[in-house]
């Protein structure tokens, strides 16, 4: 692109030009003097010689001189021709890359060379840069303005001419090692304006009939200079009609991005508009997850469409998100930032790459957006600016499309809300007319919502319903919420059904009301039963009652096990509580044990304070309904001891639970008022479990059964017999068994030790043999020091040695306490 500059005038070389001198002076001339000066042809140029002095000229000269002559003449002439035509074909109206490709063309045709180049400057980068080069050019050629021979003309507004490219220091041998092309001779001359200003630079390269010439420098001067503003005319021209199309398709962008709600199809549209906007190969639009720390992307031009994500701070991308500033970069493989192992497992070449911030109009970045490979050579600061201003209207249409995203899914939340709930609501405007109901509404009112959706209030709910349209009134113009518990509900079809009915005021941000809300909850006998079924046992169960109905509900007689379990010393933990902490304690200790009886098929069948009650076999008996009860209480012990360990941890009182679970008759049914009933049962099973609930404080144990539990009983468990008991308003005794536990865990040799002397202690005990009984139960202890059933058995057994019972002693203990 550049050679030794070679000089125009003032030096004997011999491409020097002879000094100048009129050419109508007389006498003979020289073959030296023969020569044209480069004023002469600067003179021949513009004036074209008129005929007189050309004769005068050469009738001066020997015959030699003037064959010379007027070869060197005749040349000029051909050029001359060239140029005017050029100068001609330039002023035609035609588009700047046109006019620049057909003036290389003519330029090159005139100088017989073999191809030409024009540099024009760009004063944003500083670069000089050629669109149409003769030969193999197929993108934009760019460098600095004072790089090269091109550059160095430009600088020093001199021409150039250099007979050997590769002896000039300036020359870049690069280009055509690159190329494949040779540079022998080199014309450089500089591209000036009217108002003196060097625009660029006109190249021509390897003249074919010998070396460039001071008069082909000065026909090139010439002629460029007569084209200059030629040239910069085009050049503002298509600059204008540039900015224009540039207006007009960021405004297109603009229009496009902001029309677009759907998030998806807007990354599309961003990343398309930008590689078109840009001319660009590929685009990337990343996202910030503000949760994870990653920079994410569903689209990318050219890829698969896949999920991408990487660290917010790593590469290009997280060092443009983390500084908030563009990074534009010529060649990617030069930059240590780039990580080439993407291209490698892409087959992608990446050459250019520009990233931008994309940031919100809080300031807050939210992404970036990254485009590769503008297809004229690098990204030039226009683009970025093209870029950045895209990034902006992106970032505006992306915070519109989420908050329209938000709108949806919270409007599509409340729709769903509003469809899953049980009881009809209807929301009604300030005219009183039915913006949304949900089906419950529909089935309520027997109508379909279409029929009604915008009809009045009155045409909604039919006649027969005026209380109801007086307390919308009333909700709407006093603004506060009314109910009406209890009350009939006229339905389209002439009956009638009960309802519980509030009305509450809608209000907008400035509590301006907007309508009212109606919540109709049904509550005829099936809506009661199954209100009342849901609160103590499964949906399935439910379900199942509904299904009998009256044989279940009417009451009935039936075997059922009965669970009792209770908190030890719950008075004392509630007054440390307080009020707040006790309903806290108590609402999650429920929660978990009570979902222990519906996952063993029980019952709930009341809450008694701090107390369960709960029921096995009702309303559906069961072969493992004993069973059932008595893996709940083991399985109650476990969470217990987790629930302890929470408390422990958190430096909260711990507690104990006690456990009495007996089985028998009970009558089971719904029972209480029409308005208040509940499924229960009755009978003495009940009373027992309770008792030997109590009896765990006695017997120093956590889990008392019943003899007629134990009986039926199907899986192994530990049981310890403990004793005879004889509970208020019972004559005759039971037997109470202690549950140690499920069958199959294994036991320490120590517990079976214990287990074995407690028995042999209490059948002593039965059969009056005091000592020996001491004995066995001194023995258990002195495996398990706080065994209580020993402690209290060895009690009993020193009293009756000191005090013997009456002969008539059966060994049982009467429970009167509770």
Sequence with gaps: MGTAPGTLAGHNDTTQLAAARPMHESGPKTATQSKLTALEVQDLFERRYQQRVLADAVGSLSAGDRDALLEQIDSLSRQLDSLIEATRKVREPLSFDVLLTRLMRLITEAFDADRSSLFLIDHESHELFSRVAQGDLVEEIRFPCGAGIAGSVFRSGQPAI???????????????????YYTHNILCVPLIDRSGATIGVTEVLNKRSGDFTGADCALLQAFTTHTASVIEAARLSESARDSQREQARLLEVTQAVSSELDIDELLRKIVGIASDLLDAERTTLFLHDAARGELWSRVAEGLAEREIRIPAGLGIAGEVFTTRNAVNIPDAYADSRFNPEVDRQTGFRTRSILCVPVINKHGIPIGVMQVLNRRGGPFRARDQRRLEMLAAQSAIALDNARLFRAVIDERNYSENVLQSLSDAVITLDNSYN???????????????????????????????????LEAVEKVVSTHTAETVLDTKLATRDAGEVAVNFTATPLADADGNTLGCTLIVEDITEDKRVRATMARYMT??????????????????????????????GFTAIAEDLGAQGTVSLLNEYFTEMVELVFEHNGILDKYIGDAIMAVFGTPFPGEMDADNAVQVAIRMQEVQAAFNARRRAAGQPEFETRIGIASGDVVAGNIGSVRRMDYTVIGDGVNTASRLESANKQLGTRILVSGSTRELLRDEYRLRELDLIRVKGRSAPLPVYEVRGFGAEAT?????????????????????????????????????????????????????RAEPPPEHWDGVWSLLDK
């Design 434 to 468: 039915v913006v949304k109901l949900n089906e419950p509404a529909s089935r309520l009112l027997r109508v379909h919502a279409q029929e009604i959706l915008g009809a009045p209030a009155y045409k909604a709910f039919g006649a027969g319903n005026d209380w109801l």
């Design 748 to 800: 320490s040799r120590a517990e079976d030790a214990l287990l074995r002397a407690f028995a042999q202690g209490l059948a002593s005990y039965r059969e009056r043999d005091w000592d020996a009984a001491i004995g066995h139960f001194e023995r258990a202890l002195d495996t398990d020091r706080t065994d209580q059933p020993s402690w209290l058995f060895r009690g009993r057994a020193l009293h009756y």
């Design 539 to 568: 949906a399935k169960v439910a379900d199942q009652v509904l299904a009998e109905r009256e044989s279940v509900l009417g009451g009935r007689s039936q075997l059922a096990t009965i669970l009792f379990s209770d908190i030890r």
């Design 162 to 180: 250099i007979h050997d490219a590769y002896a000039d220091a300036r020359f870049n041998a690069e280009v055509d090692a690159a190329t494949g």
